[in-house]
Nanobody
Framework: VQLQASGGGLVQAGGSLRLSCATSGRTLSNNGMGWFRQAAGKEREFVATIDWSGGTTSYADSVKGRSTISRDRAKNTVILQMNNLKPEDTAVYYC?????????????????WGQGTLVTVSS
């Protein structure tokens, strides 16, 4: 199983980015999915998660109201739309597939991880 995250880049504060996670190897359409991020010198932290159906989502307080997670089960992709970006959003963003169908904000509940995509927000 491979997860490929893309869509990161350099953006000014207040801008938007659309991160995409494509899965391959076997279908993960029945797994919960999540996005996490890790800033330089900090621990990995939860950003957003979505259940297998796309009907249940959850967000970290730091991105709530500015980000939307969604998925296209037929295309095996998960999207994280981030708006009104702030310098503190600068980090490497990772997508991950959960061990089960539901959403989770705990890294230990994720089995497969992508390689990460760098988001840099300038002030």
């Amino acid at each position: 199983v491979q997860l490929q995250a893309s869509g990161g880049g350099l953006v000014q504060a207040g801008g938007s980015l659309r991160l995409s996670c494509a899965t391959s190897g076997r279908t993960l359409s029945n797994n919960g999915m999540g996005w996490f991020r890790q800033a330089a010198g900090k621990e990995r932290e939860f950003v957003a998660t979505i259940d297998w159906s796309g009907g249940t989502t959850s967000y970290a307080d730091s991105v709530k109201g500015r980000s939307t997670i969604s998925r296209d089960r037929a295309k095996n992709t998960v999207i994280l739309q981030m708006n009104n970006l702030k310098p503190e959003d600068t980090a490497v963003y990772y997508c991950a597939a959960a061990l089960f169908a539901g959403p989770s904000d705990l890294p230990r509940n994720y089995r497969y991880w992508g390689q990460g995509t760098l988001v840099t927000v300038s002030s």
